[in-house]
C-alpha cells in the first residue's frame, strides 16, 4: 500500500528548531510537499521538493527559516524549522505527487499523510 507517514511533531518554545520526517513506501514519487493547516484555517503550502533534482520552493512566511530536504536512500523527506513562531503552529502535512514538478495547490497532490501537531508556545 501506499503510506506517507509523518514524525518529529511535538511542543516547542518560540525560536526553538523541529525536524519533521516523511517517509514514503509502497511507490515511487517524484515530488513532494509540505502542508501545514491551524485550527479554522485552509491549508497552507509550506515547501516542497523535486525528488530527482532537488529543486525547492518555499512560502514567503517560512523562508529562510524552514529547510526541506530529501535522503532518496531513505526514501524519506525533512522539513528543518528553525527560528520558530507562534505563529507556525499548526497540523504539518506530508504530500507527494507523482508529478515532476513543484507546486503549492493541495488538490494537486494525490497522497498525503496523516498530519503530526507542532504546537510553538510564546
Known amino acids: 500500500q501506499v503510506q506517507l507517514v509523518e514524525s518529529g511533531g511535538g511542543l516547542v518554545q518560540a525560536g526553538g528548531s523541529l525536524r519533521l520526517s516523511c517517509a514514503a513506501s509502497g511507490r515511487t514519487f517524484s515530488s513532494y510537499g509540505w502542508f501545514r493547516q491551524a485550527p479554522g484555517k485552509e491549508r497552507e503550502f509550506v515547501a516542497a521538493?523535486?525528488?530527482?533534482?532537488?529543486?525547492?520552493n518555499y512560502a514567503d512566511s517560512v523562508k529562510g527559516r524552514f529547510t526541506i530536504s530529501r535522503d532518496n536512500a531513505k526514501n524519506t523527506v525533512y522539513l528543518q524549522m528553525n527560528s520558530l513562531k507562534f505563529e507556525d503552529t499548526a497540523v504539518y502535512y506530508c504530500a507527494a505527487s507523482v508529478i515532476a514538478v513543484i507546486t503549492t495547490t493541495p488538490r494537486t497532490y494525490r497522497y498525503w499523510g496523516q498530519g503530526t501537531q507542532v504546537t510553538v508556545s510564546s
Open positions: 521538493i523535486t525528488w530527482s533534482g532537488g529543486s525547492t
